[in-house]
């Protein structure tokens, strides 16, 4: 992708200025060479790179490997790793950051351009999921209903609008937490079903964050998965 901006993070010089040539020639932007990871975060916050390029053994306290992860965290900013050490090790502390590629040193221009281009697609990749990922979050929270989603152990993933309102409670408050903390079975109710089987409505309890327990009917479906098990429940309650 000519025009992309690439952050060189490399501390021997001769081969920084050789990276730099070949990217210019080829119609990237390279936006700084960097000799260690404080130089490196002062590039990303002045030039915004769309890609980093960096050295596992830098100059400083971090390596690369740490500063890498760090640009991931905060910048969600993809990094190709330089190297010359193939070590097990070495790639195995690397793999932790989630890299977007090795290239090994002496490089050769044809693999470290494919190594570029893979990288800034898969980012892109990533972008996209994201962004479906956050509409399809909102498109369930107003969803109308009074939803709640649970995974396979019965903690709490997800309430839409209509189940906030309803329990007073908000997300937040209650995600991570067993089912039971919001609605339970009505006892004494004889409905039973085979785990992972949809269900007719049945008599419950939903608990309020004001402490009243509300009376409620409830169906529950299994999410499915590809192993055949339910990835979780959905659970429509109406009061």
């Known amino acids: 992708m000519k025009g992309t901006k690439i952050l060189i993070v490399e ?7 050789d990276l730099k040539r070949f990217l210019m020639k080829t119609g990237y932007v390279v936006t700084g060479i960097a000799a260690s990871g404080e130089e490196a975060i002062r590039n990303v916050e002045l030039q915004r790179p769309d890609l980093v390029l ?16 760090r640009l991931y965290a905060e910048y969600n900013l993809p990094v190709s790793f330089l190297t010359a050490y193939a070590d097990s090790a ?28 893979l990288a800034l697609h898969r980012h892109m990749m990533e972008k996209v999921v994201g962004e479906m990922d956050d509409w399809h979050a909102r498109a369930l929270r107003h969803l109308p209903g009074n939803l709640i989603a649970t995974d396979r ?11 906030e309102k309803l329990s007073g409670w908000t997300p937040d408050a209650l995600i991570g937490k067993p ?6 079975q ?13 269900c007719s409505e ?6 309020t964050k004001a402490g009243i327990a509300v009376p409620v009917v409830f169906t529950k479906s ?5 192993d055949g098990e339910p990835d979780g429940h959905l659970i429509l309650v109406k009061s």
């Open 11 to 17: 501390d021997e010089r001769i081969v920084a200025e």
């Open 54 to 69: 960096m050295d596992i053994r830098i100059q400083g306290p971090q390596d690369g490997i740490e500063v890498a992860e």
């Open 90 to 117: 070495t790639l195995d502390r690397a793999k932790v950051t989630m890299p977007f590629g090795y290239i090994l040193k002496p490089f050769e221009t044809r693999s470290l351009q494919a190594v570029i281009e």
């Open 153 to 163: 152990t019965g903690r709490i993933l997800f309430l839409n609008k209509g189940a």
């Open 179 to 184: 089912l039971s903390t919001l609605l339970s």
């Open 186 to 198: 009505e006892k004494g109710d004889s409905t039973t079903t085979r785990e992972g089987d949809s």
């Open 202 to 207: 049945r008599p419950g309890l939903l608990r």
């Open 222 to 226: 299994p999410l499915p998965s590809e």
